[in-house]
């Protein structure tokens, strides 16, 4: 399993932000996916899950309605598109096979600050 995130960056309060995670080594098409995300010196948080065909969607109560997970299994990818992005939302972004994030990427990194 090898997964890449990528899109992070710094945001200010307000902002949007959309994340991408490349995958590969796995029957893509058939897995759930997940973002998890965590601070430095918390565990890590679950975030979203999305179907292996994309029909359904999971969120956290602290990112429903502000964050929209979605996938492109034909390239083998899923996102995490933020929106009203809070400081509360700074963290390290990884997706995961499992909710868990036990098998995740190496995360990219959200900084939302003015």
């Not at 996916?33 to 565990?43: A, I, L």
């Not at 429903?64 to 992005?85: E, P, W």
């Not at 939302?89 to 990427?105: E, H, K, M, N, V």
């Amino acid at each position: 399993v090898q997964l890449v995130e990528s899109g992070g960056g710094l945001v200010q309060p307000g902002g949007s932000r959309r994340l991408s995670c490349a995958a590969s080594g796995f029957t893509f098409s058939s897995n759930y996916m997940n973002w998890v995300r965590q601070v430095p010196g918390k565990d890590l948080e679950w975030v979203s899950t999305i179907s292996s065909d994309g029909s359904n969607t999971w969120y956290a109560g602290s990112v429903k309605g502000r964050f929209t997970i979605s996938r492109d299994n034909a390239k083998n990818t899923v996102h995490l598109q933020m929106n009203s992005l809070k400081s509360e939302d700074t963290a390290l972004y990884y997706c995961s096979t499992d909710p868990l994030g036990s098998s995740r990427g190496q995360g990219t990194q959200v900084t939302v600050s003015s």
